[in-house]
C-alpha cells in the first residue's frame, strides 16, 4: 500500500489485517486511521504522485474527499477520519486484561492530547472503525500540568497491560517544547481489580505483546520444534499457528484446506499467509465473503498479469451491483467502493480485456462503476454516452466525466471538449473545469490551452452592492450574451478580516423559460481570500448560516474572492441572495464589510481577437 502523506508506524493483528494512523496536512481536519488492503493507493498526492490535493480540488468537493482524492479512480476509501491531530503510534490489543477491547486498534495522538480506541468491524468488504477514546487527560483535576499529555507510542505488555509513552509538554512539536525540565514518562494502564503488580505473565505464541511472541515464534522456527495446537476455542490463537505453518512446507497442504475456511477471518488469514511465502495457489476460488474478495483480489494484483488474469476475468462474469459505491447515502458505499477498487488492482495491465468481458452482460449504471474504475481507452464510447444522457443521476455522470479526465488521450480531449460545449447544462461546467485543469497537464499536447481561458479584466460589470456589513439583499441581472459569469466578493476598505461572505441560491433563467441551479453545475475556477469556495457549506466547511439560521443552499466563501461559471448560451437572467456568513460577524471583535459584484464576460469574436493580436504584433515592432 501507498500514497499515505505521514503515517507513524503500522501494526498487525492475528489475522494480517494491518492498521496505520495518518497525519493530514496540517490544519484541515484530516487525520485518519487506516484498516489497509495490500497494493492500494491511500490518495495523498495524485496523478501518479505528480500533483496535490489543492490543486487537483474539484468545484464542490469537500476538503476531506479532496484532501485523500477521494473521487479519483483508483484510491481507496480514507479510512476512519478523526480530524485535526497528530497522529503516532499504533498497536491492536489482542488479550483479555482490560474488557471490551479486544482486537481494537489502539492510537496515539499527541496533537489531541488523547489516545485512541478503534474497534474493528467487518461491514461487507470494509473492516470498519468504531472510534473511542481509551484515555485524555482531565484539566479539571491535574492542575497547571495536569493536562499535559503528548502520547507517542503506545504498546501492549504480556500481562495485557497497557503502556503509553508521553513526552509531557504543553505543546505538540517536539522542535518547540516548552517543558523546560524535559519531562517525560510511560504509564501504564491495568484494570483497578487487579490485586497483583501484574497479570498473567504469557510469553508463548500467544502473547499479547508483539515483540515477545515474536521472539516465541523464532525460537520454534529456529529449533525445528513441532507447532502446538491452538487454544481451544480461540481464533486469534488459530490464526497464528496460520503464519507459523506458512513458514514449513510441510503444512502447505493443510493450508491450501484453510483457504476456503468457513470463518472469513481464517480463510483470509490463510490465504494472506501463503501468499507472503509465495506459495499461494492464484487459482484459488473466490469465496463469497466480501472482504475476502477483496483481500484475494488486492493480493492477486500483487502477482504477474499471467498469473491473476484468469482471477479478473472470473470476477468481471459474477453478477454484482457496484453503485453503491457512487451513492454518498448508501450503507453499503465504503465496502462496495474497497471491493470495486480491489477488483481493479487485479485487472491492472488488462484492463482492455477485461471490459470487453464485462461489456457483454452489463450496460448503463451497473456498467458504470467497472467503466469508470478501470477507464481503458476503449471505454470511452460508453463514458461519453452515459455523460450525454441528461435522464441519469447527477453524481453518475460527473463520475463519467471524471473517468474520462483519467484517459490520456486525444479523443477522451476533443469528448470532454463536446461536453463542455454541448452536454447536459448542469454539467458543462464540470467538464469545462476539466478541460482548465488538464489544458497545462496532462492534456497539454492536445491543444486546449485557449479553450476556456477566462479573464475577469476582460469582464463587464453587471452589478454591485454598496458596502454591507451585515445581513442579506437580492441580487438580480440581465446575462443575455455573457459566456462566462464572475461572483466576486471585495473586501469593503478596512481589510478582509472576518470578511466571510455566501452567494445563496444563484439561479440563471435561460431563453426557454428553463432554471439552472449554478450549485449544481459546478464552476470553472474559484479563489477565496482564506479557507475555501465551498458548495453549501461556508469557507471554512462548516454550515450556511445567515442570522441564526443554517440555509441549505448557496456557496460560501471569503473576500477577497473570485468565482467564474460558464452559462448556457442562451441564458437570460441572473440571480441570487448576497449574504454576510455568520461565521464572520459572530467573531469577538468582527470588522466585517464586503462588497458583492456580479460580472459577465461575453465572448470573442475571433476577427476582433485576430485584429487585437496584429495590433499588439505591431506596437511591438515599432
Partial sequence: AHNFRNQYELAADAFGEMYTADNDDDGNQGCRTVAIL?????????????????????????????????????????????????????????????????GAVLNCDAGRSLVYAHVPERRGAEQHLHRNVLIRPSKENGGERGHWFRPSDVVVGPDGSIYISDWYDPGVGGHAARDREAYGRILRLTPESLSLPYGLMNVGLDSPSPNVRGTAERQLLARGDEIPPALPEDKRSMARRIWLKAQRPEYHVELVGLLTHEDPALATAARRALAATGKWAIA?????????????????????????????????????????AFDADHPQRTSARILLEAFGLAAHGIEDEVFAELVRGLDGLELLPYAWRLHPPSALLFLQDFANTPGRPLGAR??????????????????????????????????????????????????????FDTDFDAAEELARTDVMKSGSRPMGVDVTGVRTLWLVVEDGGNGNSHDWANFLQPRVRTSDGQEVALTKTGWISAEAGWGQVNLNQDANGGPLELDGETLPEGIGTHAPSQIAFQLPENAEWFSCVVAIEDSGVTQRGAQTSVRFVVAGERPVDPAERLAAMRAAMEKGQA
Fill in 38 to 102: 495490500e497494493g492500494g493507493d491511500y490518495g495523498y498526492f495524485g496523478n501518479g504522485g505528480a500533483s496535490t490535493w489543492g490543486a487537483d480540488r474539484r468545484p464542490g468537493q469537500s476538503t476531506l474527499d479532496a484532501h485523500w482524492h477521494q473521487d479519483d479512480p483508483g484510491v481507496m476509501p480514507l479510512g476512519t477520519g478523526n480530524g485535526g491531530g497528530g497522529p503516532t503510534g499504533v498497536a491492536v490489543y489482542e488479550d483479555t486484561l482490560l474488557p471490551g477491547l479486544m
Fill in 284 to 324: 484459488a476460488p473466490l469465496p463469497g465473503d466480501a472482504r475476502t474478495q477483496a483481500v484475494t483480489l488486492a493480493l492477486a494484483g500483487l502477482q504477474p498479469v499471467e498469473t491473476r488474469r484468469s482471477m479478473a476475468l472470473e470476477f468481471a462474469k459474477q453478477d454484482r451491483n457496484f453503485f453503491p
Fill in 398 to 451: 460527473r463520475a463519467a466525466l471524471d473517468a474520462i479526465a483519467f484517459l490520456d488521450t486525444p479523443e477522451a480531449a476533443d469528448a470532454m471538449v463536446a461536453l463542455a460545449h454541448a452536454g447536459p447544462e448542469d454539467t458543462r461546467g464540470h467538464a469545462a473545469w476539466w478541460i482548465q485543469h488538464l489544458a497545462d497537464g496532462r492534456w497539454s499536447d492536445f491543444g486546449l490551452g485557449q479553450m
